[in-house]
């Protein structure tokens, strides 16, 4: 079977299409991300209505461009996963609309799918001899929750961040440091040639069970603020400021998940989102708990529509689609799917 996956959440074009072979196993045919960055750079992030408009501009080349280079017809098609929550409402329903007309234009089944869940599922993808169940920390821009994963459609949360997502963190930090949007990772790759730092940033929420960033990210600011002139005169400040705040996010994250594993007795844990791509989380997760920890690849923390064809195939298997009369739900907690 051939599924169509198309992924508009928020600042990324994507569509995949994924064969699932006789064999039960799962094969990317193709795939495209087409990256909105450069349009959102000059505003510090993302616009919402340019982002729509963006999206309805590439989502037609991007969707073509797949289903060109598998070389497969539309009509082979087996179902379209296409996200329809959480996200930017208008960027949404670009992607809902243009799936649902090629769902009822084609006949093929349509599936509507959670974004979070993908990245949820979507590590299995990645890592067929992952099983259920496993505990998931999804950090991303928008998302920091550890959830444990039961089955398709059986999750339930353990923790999520009160305020700021810790992806946010990492990019908010990064603009004060001085790196145009989205800085995160550029922040994390500055971060990474050092190895100490003369600042120590409060490690905050240690007794209750969510994250919480906030707290943080005003110490940040105000650190930053205080050294703003002495980094113009000593280069390795600001490389010495990013250690920091690098190991403030990682630790808030570590100590959380290690939380949740000795209360949950996991022992399998997968850890997705765009913040998974980060060096020392990776590195410092590898010594928690004795679990066996799990990633997606680097290319498939960040969004993607691969992830999404890989729900929707999984949903499929269990008989399920969408209605035509249903549309998009910009907030839509995982937990609730
Ligand atoms: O999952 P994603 O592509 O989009 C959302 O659903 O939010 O995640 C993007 C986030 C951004 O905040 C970005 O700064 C962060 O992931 N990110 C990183 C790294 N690479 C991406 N944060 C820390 N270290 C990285 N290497
Ligand atoms: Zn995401």
Redesign the pocket.
């Given at each position: 079977m051939y599924v169509l996956g198309i992924e508009t959440?928020?600042?990324?074009t994507a569509a995949a299409l994924l064969e699932k072979t006789p064999q039960g196993g799962f094969k990317i045919l193709s795939e495209v991300v087409s990256s909105q960055w450069k349009a959102h750079q000059p505003y510090g992030g993302v616009v919402p209505e340019l982002a729509s408009r963006e999206h309805l501009d590439n989502l037609p080349l991007v969707v073509n461009n797949v289903i060109e280079d598998s070389n497969i017809k539309l009509e082979q098609l087996g179902a379209i996963g296409v996200t329809r929550g959480p996200?930017l409402k208008g960027c949404l329903l670009v992607g809902y609309e243009f799936a649902k007309a090629i769902s009822v234009s084609r006949k093929i089944p349509l599936l509507g799918v959670n974004?979070i869940e993908g990245?949820v599922l979507g590590v299995m993808l990645d890592n067929p001899t992952l099983t259920f169940p496993y505990l998931c920390l999804v950090?991303?821009?928008?998302?920091t929750e550890i959830l444990e994963v039961k089955d398709v459609g059986s999750v339930s949360l353990m923790a999520r961040t009160i305020d700021d997502?810790?992806?946010?963190t990492?990019?908010k930090s990064?603009n004060l440091l001085g790196f145009p949007y989205?800085?995160?990772?550029k922040?994390?790759?500055l971060a990474d040639d050092y190895s100490s730092s003369e600042f120590s940033l409060p490690r905050v929420m240690r007794k209750s069970a969510g994250f919480s960033f906030s707290g943080l990210k005003t110490a940040i600011s105000l650190l930053v603020e205080k050294h703003r002139e002495a980094m113009v005169v000593d280069v390795d400040l600001r490389g010495r400021m990013a250690f920091a705040i690098?190991e403030a996010?990682v630790d808030a994250l570590i100590f959380k998940l290690s939380q949740a594993i000795k209360e949950s007795r996991a022992t399998k844990v997968a850890i997705?989102?765009?913040?998974s791509?980060?060096?020392?989380?990776r590195e410092l997760v590898q010594n928690i708990n004795g679990v066996k920890v799990y990633f997606p690849t680097l290319d498939h923390?960040?969004?993607n529509a691969a992830m999404i064809a890989y729900v929707a195939a999984k949903r499929v298997e269990r008989k399920e689609k969408t209605d035509y009369n249903t549309t998009v739900i910009s907030r839509w907690p995982i937990e609730s799917v």
């Open positions: 959440s928020c600042d990324e996200g974004h990245h950090v991303s821009g928008g998302h997502a810790a992806g946010e990492f990019d990064a989205p800085g995160g990772a922040l994390a790759a690098q996010i997705t989102g765009g913040v791509a980060n060096r020392r989380l923390c960040m969004d």
